[in-house]
């Protein structure tokens, strides 16, 4: 009987040892999450400019980002080749103008 009493107390000190480990094991897990769930938050609010949380989800607002970032840079470039053909169009003005503005002079004793 001794044998058995000896076997159940050595079971329960390796399952308390192993409950033990379990728990630790938890806790770094949680730690984990909690750790990764913050640096997703703060990437997220990088990127999106948002800091009250994802809409649709962390990816599909960075996509939905990222999608208008390409359309506002898209819209970035035509305006600029347009500022370049304005640029262009009124230099023409200008050297037009200045024909109207300033007629050639005559030489003295010409007729």
Known sequence: MEEFANAVAEYQTTMNKKVAELEADI???KEEYLTAAELVATMYEAVTGN???PKRGVVEDV???IAELKLWESEYYKAHAKSAE???ELYALQIEF???KSPKKEKKGAK
Request: net charge negative.
């Open 27 to 29: 806790e770094r897990h």
């Open 51 to 53: 800091d009250g949380g």
């Open 86 to 88: 304005t640029e262009r």
């Open 63 to 65: 996509q939905d980002t």
């Open 98 to 100: 200045a024909k109207f």
